[in-house]
Protein backbone atom coordinates (compact mmCIF):
# COMPACT_ATOMS: atom_id res chain seq x y z
CA UNK A 1 0.00 0.00 0.00
CA UNK A 2 1.18 3.26 -1.29
CA UNK A 3 1.67 5.97 1.50
CA UNK A 4 -0.07 8.94 1.50
CA UNK A 5 1.48 11.92 -0.77
CA UNK A 6 1.02 14.30 1.76
CA UNK A 7 2.20 12.75 4.66
CA UNK A 8 2.68 15.14 8.09
CA UNK A 9 4.92 12.10 9.43
CA UNK A 10 7.18 12.02 6.64
CA UNK A 11 6.66 15.73 6.07
CA UNK A 12 8.21 15.08 2.31
CA UNK A 13 7.63 18.65 0.06
CA UNK A 14 5.28 18.13 -3.01
CA UNK A 15 4.53 20.02 -6.13
CA UNK A 16 1.21 20.89 -4.83
CA UNK A 17 -0.97 23.60 -3.31
CA UNK A 18 -2.66 21.28 -1.04
CA UNK A 19 -2.68 22.77 2.40
CA UNK A 20 -1.40 19.94 4.33
CA UNK A 21 1.83 19.87 2.07
CA UNK A 22 2.24 23.86 2.37
CA UNK A 23 2.40 22.66 6.12
CA UNK A 24 4.88 20.41 5.63
CA UNK A 25 7.13 22.62 3.49
CA UNK A 26 6.78 26.12 5.78
CA UNK A 27 7.56 23.58 8.63
CA UNK A 28 10.55 21.55 7.60
CA UNK A 29 13.44 21.13 9.42
CA UNK A 30 15.92 19.72 6.74
CA UNK A 31 18.05 17.16 8.66
CA UNK A 32 22.01 17.78 10.17
CA UNK A 33 23.49 15.44 7.79
CA UNK A 34 27.31 16.71 9.22
CA UNK A 35 27.40 13.51 11.25
CA UNK A 36 26.87 11.05 8.40
CA UNK A 37 28.62 9.31 5.26
CA UNK A 38 28.90 11.12 2.38
CA UNK A 39 27.08 8.16 0.92
CA UNK A 40 23.79 8.95 3.50
CA UNK A 41 24.38 12.57 2.54
CA UNK A 42 24.08 12.48 -1.03
CA UNK A 43 20.83 9.93 -0.40
CA UNK A 44 19.29 12.32 2.11
CA UNK A 45 19.32 14.96 -0.68
CA UNK A 46 18.35 13.12 -3.71
CA UNK A 47 15.28 11.93 -1.46
CA UNK A 48 14.15 15.35 -0.67
CA UNK A 49 14.95 16.96 -3.90
CA UNK A 50 13.10 14.04 -6.08
CA UNK A 51 9.80 13.73 -4.00
CA UNK A 52 9.43 17.51 -5.02
CA UNK A 53 10.76 17.44 -8.58
CA UNK A 54 9.49 14.22 -10.07
CA UNK A 55 8.06 11.94 -6.99
CA UNK A 56 6.02 10.14 -10.24
CA UNK A 57 8.49 9.57 -12.30
CA UNK A 58 10.61 6.31 -11.29
CA UNK A 59 14.72 6.23 -10.93
CA UNK A 60 15.13 4.80 -13.62
CA UNK A 61 13.60 7.05 -15.73
CA UNK A 62 14.85 10.13 -14.85
CA UNK A 63 18.28 9.01 -14.98
CA UNK A 64 17.59 7.59 -18.54
CA UNK A 65 15.57 10.64 -20.13
CA UNK A 66 15.84 13.82 -17.32
CA UNK A 67 19.54 13.29 -16.00
CA UNK A 68 22.23 15.29 -18.00
CA UNK A 69 25.53 15.78 -16.10
CA UNK A 70 26.44 18.30 -18.29
CA UNK A 71 24.87 20.88 -16.62
CA UNK A 72 24.56 24.94 -18.86
CA UNK A 73 24.77 27.91 -16.61
CA UNK A 74 25.05 31.44 -17.49
CA UNK A 75 27.64 33.49 -15.43
CA UNK A 76 28.01 37.45 -15.53
CA UNK A 77 31.61 38.57 -14.30
CA UNK A 78 30.55 41.76 -13.24
CA UNK A 79 27.56 40.85 -10.87
CA UNK A 80 28.24 41.20 -7.09
CA UNK A 81 26.20 38.21 -5.86
CA UNK A 82 27.79 34.78 -5.39
CA UNK A 83 26.58 32.18 -8.55
CA UNK A 84 24.73 29.19 -7.27
CA UNK A 85 26.02 25.83 -7.62
CA UNK A 86 25.25 24.66 -11.03
CA UNK A 87 23.75 21.74 -9.44
CA UNK A 88 20.69 23.79 -8.78
CA UNK A 89 20.02 22.81 -12.09
CA UNK A 90 19.78 18.65 -11.88
CA UNK A 91 16.53 18.56 -12.62
CA UNK A 92 16.56 21.42 -15.05
CA UNK A 93 15.05 18.96 -17.57
CA UNK A 94 11.99 17.22 -15.90
CA UNK A 95 10.94 21.33 -16.37
CA UNK A 96 9.99 20.20 -20.15
CA UNK A 97 7.23 18.16 -19.06
CA UNK A 98 3.82 19.19 -20.32
CA UNK A 99 2.45 17.94 -16.49
CA UNK A 100 5.50 20.92 -15.35
CA UNK A 101 4.15 23.54 -17.62
CA UNK A 102 0.88 23.67 -16.80
CA UNK A 103 1.76 23.48 -13.15
CA UNK A 104 4.49 26.11 -13.06
CA UNK A 105 1.64 27.99 -15.43
CA UNK A 106 -0.43 28.06 -12.69
CA UNK A 107 -2.95 26.40 -14.48
CA UNK A 108 -3.39 23.39 -11.73
CA UNK A 109 -3.25 23.27 -7.80
CA UNK A 110 -1.28 20.42 -8.01
CA UNK A 111 1.51 18.21 -10.29
CA UNK A 112 -1.20 15.82 -9.89
CA UNK A 113 -4.00 17.53 -11.28
CA UNK A 114 -1.79 18.63 -14.25
CA UNK A 115 -1.40 14.69 -15.41
CA UNK A 116 -5.05 14.40 -15.15
CA UNK A 117 -5.86 17.32 -17.01
CA UNK A 118 -3.10 15.84 -20.01
CA UNK A 119 -4.08 12.44 -19.37
CA UNK A 120 -8.13 13.64 -19.98
CA UNK A 121 -6.99 15.72 -23.09
CA UNK A 122 -7.60 19.15 -22.10
CA UNK A 123 -4.04 19.96 -23.01
CA UNK A 124 -2.73 20.79 -26.68
CA UNK A 125 0.76 21.49 -27.68
CA UNK A 126 0.86 23.51 -30.84
CA UNK A 127 -2.95 23.23 -31.70
CA UNK A 128 -2.70 18.91 -30.99
CA UNK A 129 -4.00 17.17 -28.27
CA UNK A 130 -1.47 15.06 -26.40
CA UNK A 131 -2.18 12.64 -23.58
CA UNK A 132 1.00 12.10 -22.21
CA UNK A 133 2.04 14.03 -19.29
CA UNK A 134 5.68 12.92 -20.12
CA UNK A 135 6.00 14.55 -23.25
CA UNK A 136 9.24 16.80 -23.38
CA UNK A 137 8.57 19.77 -25.32
CA UNK A 138 10.65 21.67 -27.37
CA UNK A 139 11.57 25.59 -27.46
CA UNK A 140 8.97 27.81 -29.00
CA UNK A 141 6.45 25.28 -28.29
CA UNK A 142 3.21 26.43 -27.68
CA UNK A 143 1.05 24.67 -24.58
CA UNK A 144 -2.82 25.23 -24.94
CA UNK A 145 -5.22 24.58 -21.90
CA UNK A 146 -8.91 24.03 -22.06
CA UNK A 147 -10.24 27.24 -19.86
CA UNK A 148 -13.01 24.84 -18.61
CA UNK A 149 -11.12 22.41 -17.51
CA UNK A 150 -9.15 24.59 -15.15
CA UNK A 151 -10.06 24.81 -11.69
CA UNK A 152 -9.36 28.34 -10.48
CA UNK A 153 -11.83 29.86 -13.33
CA UNK A 154 -15.41 29.67 -12.18
CA UNK A 155 -18.54 30.84 -14.30
CA UNK A 156 -21.08 29.30 -17.23
CA UNK A 157 -19.60 27.90 -19.95
CA UNK A 158 -19.82 29.88 -22.76
CA UNK A 159 -18.92 33.00 -20.84
CA UNK A 160 -16.36 35.23 -19.38
CA UNK A 161 -14.62 33.20 -16.55
CA UNK A 162 -13.86 34.54 -13.21
CA UNK A 163 -10.84 33.43 -11.65
CA UNK A 164 -10.68 32.23 -8.14
CA UNK A 165 -7.55 31.25 -6.44
CA UNK A 166 -7.10 28.69 -4.26
CA UNK A 167 -6.56 29.06 -0.35
CA UNK A 168 -3.31 29.41 0.63
CA UNK A 169 -2.00 29.73 -3.60
CA UNK A 170 -1.03 33.13 -3.36
CA UNK A 171 2.65 33.25 -2.69
CA UNK A 172 3.27 30.11 -5.36
CA UNK A 173 0.99 32.31 -8.06
CA UNK A 174 4.74 33.45 -10.31
CA UNK A 175 5.93 32.37 -13.41
CA UNK A 176 9.36 31.16 -14.24
CA UNK A 177 11.53 33.22 -16.71
CA UNK A 178 11.49 30.33 -19.35
CA UNK A 179 7.85 30.19 -19.54
CA UNK A 180 6.02 32.88 -21.20
CA UNK A 181 1.74 32.81 -19.75
CA UNK A 182 -0.98 33.93 -21.82
CA UNK A 183 -3.60 33.99 -19.16
CA UNK A 184 -6.57 35.43 -21.31
CA UNK A 185 -5.92 32.43 -23.84
CA UNK A 186 -4.78 29.54 -21.42
CA UNK A 187 -1.44 29.66 -23.02
CA UNK A 188 1.82 29.12 -22.54
CA UNK A 189 4.93 29.64 -24.61
CA UNK A 190 7.99 27.36 -23.38
CA UNK A 191 10.93 29.69 -24.21
CA UNK A 192 13.94 28.00 -22.88
CA UNK A 193 15.42 25.63 -20.63
CA UNK A 194 16.00 26.86 -17.34
CA UNK A 195 19.62 28.43 -16.20
CA UNK A 196 20.87 29.68 -13.27
CA UNK A 197 21.98 33.25 -12.65
CA UNK A 198 24.31 35.41 -9.99
CA UNK A 199 22.36 34.88 -6.78
CA UNK A 200 19.88 32.40 -7.77
CA UNK A 201 18.08 29.99 -9.42
CA UNK A 202 15.53 30.10 -12.17
CA UNK A 203 13.63 26.35 -11.27
CA UNK A 204 11.44 26.93 -8.37
CA UNK A 205 12.28 24.59 -5.26
CA UNK A 206 12.00 24.57 -1.37
CA UNK A 207 15.63 22.88 -1.08
CA UNK A 208 18.82 25.08 -0.65
CA UNK A 209 21.39 24.52 -3.33
CA UNK A 210 23.33 22.41 -1.02
CA UNK A 211 20.98 19.99 -1.11
CA UNK A 212 20.45 19.72 -5.17
CA UNK A 213 24.55 19.30 -4.75
CA UNK A 214 24.12 16.49 -2.99
CA UNK A 215 21.35 14.97 -5.27
CA UNK A 216 23.25 15.85 -8.65
CA UNK A 217 26.55 14.22 -7.33
CA UNK A 218 24.25 10.72 -6.00
CA UNK A 219 23.15 10.59 -9.68
CA UNK A 220 26.39 11.88 -11.32
CA UNK A 221 28.30 8.48 -10.03
CA UNK A 222 25.72 6.39 -10.44
CA UNK A 223 25.47 7.85 -14.52
Same mark, same amino acid.
Given at each position: ????????????????????????????????????????????????????????????????? &? &?????????????????????????????????????????? $???????????????????????F? !? =??V??G??I?????????????????????????????? &?????????????????????I !?R $???S??? !??????? =? !???????????
Amino acid at each position: MRKPIYSLTRKLARMSWNKYNLYNIANKRLQDTTKLTLYQQKWIGKRETRAYHGDEVTERQFKTK &F &FNPKLPTVNNGSSQQAHPPVPVLTFAELERRLDFIVFRSNFC $PSIYAARQLCVHGKVKVNGKKLAFP !S =HKVKDGDVISVDPNAIQMLKGEKGEELDFEPKPFSQPFL &FVPEYLEVNYNTCQTVFLRSPI !SR $PGRSEIP !SPFPPEF =H !SLAYEYYARSK
